[in-house]
Nanobody, 123 residues
């Protein structure tokens, strides 16, 4: 079992930055790939970014490429999402998730999820 707790969300103006954190407890964090997803009102949950267990590989959705960066610190059991140049369309609840099957973009392959943190970008 892995417990995930996100933090760092909030209200920011367009063009601003936020850094989300997700701290894990339970099973060995370093053995899981980690991902960030988001869900806006009335929309399906969508992939944002993912990182392999070793931090050697990352992937980002086209909509955030060049603006968001995912990283992890296995010593702190924490994964981060640095979000720069935020846009109103980035407004959503952001979730972190853990997968034993690799840094996939598919939500169904993530076994553990946090409760989410709200990010609101005003225009």
């Amino acid at each position: 079992q892995v417990q995930l707790v996100e933090s760092g969300g909030g209200l920011v103006q367009a063009g601003g930055s936020l850094r989300l954190s997700c701290t894990a407890s339970g099973r060995i964090f370093s053995s899981y790939a980690m991902g960030w997803f988001r869900q806006a009102p009335g929309k399906e949950r969508e992939f944002v970014s993912a990182i392999s267990w070793s931090s050697g590989s990352t992937r980002h959705a086209n909509s955030v490429k060049g603006r968001f960066t995912i990283s992890r610190d296995n010593a702190k059991n924490t994964v981060y999402l640095q979000m720069n140049s935020l846009k109103p369309e980035d407004t959503a609840v952001y979730y972190c998730a853990a997968a034993s099957s690799g840094y996939t973009t598919t939500p169904a392959l993530y076994a553990y999820w946090g409760q989410g943190t709200q990010v609101t970008v005003s225009s």
